[in-house]
């Protein structure tokens, strides 16, 4: 019987870390150093299955017979983009844009197998609806969890989860940042087996 291909995580973040743990299968992490900078006119949808592949790719390149899995999440309402605030100061503003809104977080997903080099990906959408939220709400909930590192100020899997009215999609991690659903079936593709 052959080993299982090594598995590595093109991403840094604690969230998708975390996430992929719950498969219980041996992984790496590497940071991918893509530049996820949006391009002229590219839809949130495309921007976020377009970073997820330069993600797998960037890792990908350097592992020759890696399962490698880059993945990425473009949160809007319309033509309005919000991604990582980065400071408290943008936290704030997000949520005041969001607030009695539908916000749609694009949550892509690539996997690529350097042993035959087959790429799949897949998009996995999520719509939520925030409360109308009050400003000293807004200010005590950035204060209370920090929000700066994941697109659209809200951590469902936290205190954010009090934000929201309703969210509607058919993977309850994609919000978190990795849809387990998506990524379990690709992994099943190329021989892993789970559970």
Avoid: W
């Avoid at 150093?33 to 495309?46: H, I, K, N, R």
């Avoid at 890696?66 to 309005?80: E, F, N, R, Y």
């Avoid at 999520?126 to 809200?154: H, K």
Wanted: hydrophobic share 40%; charged share 20%.
């Amino acid at each position: 019987m052959t080993s299982p291909p090594k598995l590595i995580l093109a991403s840094t973040s604690a969230y998708r870390r975390m996430l992929l743990e719950r498969l219980g299968i041996p992984f790496t992490v590497e940071r991918p150093e893509v530049d996820e900078t949006p391009l002229p006119g590219e839809t949130p949808s495309a921007t976020a299955m377009r970073l997820a592949l330069d993600k797998a790719r960037a890792v990908a390149a350097r592992h020759p017979d890696a399962l490698v899995i880059g993945s990425d999440q473009v949160a809007h309402i319309g033509d309005t983009v919000f991604g990582k605030p980065g400071t408290s100061e943008s936290a704030i503003a997000q949520l005041q844009a969001m607030r009695g809104q539908t916000v749609v977080f694009h949550t892509a997903l690539a996997l690529i197998d350097n042993r035959d080099g087959h790429t799949l990906q897949d998009s996995v959408p999520t719509s939520v609806r925030f409360r109308m939220l009050s400003d000293d709400e807004i200010v005590r909930y950035v204060a209370r969890e920090q929000p700066l590192d994941c697109a659209g100020s809200a951590k469902s899997e936290g205190l954010g989860i009090s934000l929201l009215d309703a969210l509607s999609g058919d993977d309850p991690t994609a919000l978190i940042g990795l849809p387990l659903i998506a990524l379990s079936r690709m992994l099943r593709t190329r021989g892993l087996q789970l559970p």
